[in-house]
């Protein structure tokens, strides 16, 4: 049995229900943050409220409620499904509009749903993924944490159509992220990661993974990256809040193809999977 909670009420969660009014569900008019916990800890927790309060401030929606009763709701979800290992999914939407209108009225009042998602233990992917190249023809405002996920859904089906876990979306000749994932590439030892000016989200798994880097001694390379650069890379991996480190041994569409994850990744993804643990 599985709880989630609506506007701060919490019940079972196939007992909660959301109008069909809400600017969430007609407009995509909302955003959202998804947070790991390990046994009842929310790892980094105060990064993603952060981040969740930047794509509110973005949408120009200013909630009332305090961040502190947030995230004393996300830590009653995460204990009431006691789950080893959860993904804890928080979405704000503008809230119910009974007349449709892209113009939202004033003082609505927002929907605020967290629900718990059942993953599996970060540190049981070792294996290296398959990777798609595709062109980015997703909206310009990607540092929002929206909701608006269609074209990210339509790259994940034809990746899993084609038998690969993942795309690898790139722009104007520049590597940008994946679907679901920020993009790092090894090149001479280095770690080069496509800077946020390349229309990516700043992804908190991404932004702890550069500290992480850097506070071993690798020399890490935040810029624009041209796509002809990954044919002769050392290492690729992504990054995600909920998978971690994920190691890449092959991109269709490029030259990049190996038969193993790389040592300079399975290091990088240990020190993480260690700062995860002890957080």
Not at 173 to 186: R, W
Request: glycine share 4%; net charge negative; charged share 25%.
């Amino acid at each position: 049995m599985s709880f989630s909670s609506l506007n701060f009420e919490i019940k079972e969660s196939h007992k909660l229900f959301i109008s069909p009014f809400d600017r969430g569900f007609i407009f995509g008019d909302a955003v959202y943050e998804m947070i790991l916990c390990i046994d009842g800890r929310c790892i980094f927790i105060e990064d993603h409220l952060a981040r969740l309060k930047q794509s509110l401030a973005s949408i120009k929606l200013i909630t009332d409620f305090k961040e502190k009763n947030l995230e004393d709701e996300i830590n009653r979800i995460a204990d009431v499904n006691d789950a080893p290992f959860q993904a804890i999914y928080v979405q704000i939407s503008r809230g119910v509009q009974l007349i449709r209108n892209h113009l939202p009225e004033e003082n609505l009042s927002p929907t605020v749903f967290i629900t718990s998602i059942k993953i599996d233990d970060p540190s049981d992917r070792n294996k290296g993924i398959s990777a798609l190249l595709k062109d980015d023809e997703r909206w310009l405002k990607t540092d929002i944490k929206s909701t608006s996920l269609l074209a990210n859904v339509l790259n994940k089906i034809e990746a899993d159509s084609e038998g690969h876990d993942e795309v690898i979306l790139h722009k104007d000749g520049f590597l940008n992220e994946g679907a679901v994932s920020n993009l790092f590439l090894f090149i001479n030892d280095d770690l080069h990661t496509p800077s946020l000016d390349a229309n990516i989200l700043p992804g908190v798994t991404r932004a702890k993974l550069i500290n992480l880097a850097e506070a071993n001694n690798i020399n890490v390379i935040q810029r624009i990256i041209p796509l002809s650069e990954i044919d002769n890379a050392q290492e690729v991996f992504m990054s995600s809040t909920t998978k971690g480190v994920i190691p890449v041994v092959r991109i269709i569409g490029s030259k990049f193809d190996t038969d193993k994850a790389g040592d300079l990744t399975l290091r990088l993804r240990e020190k993480y999977l260690q700062e995860i643990y002890q957080t």
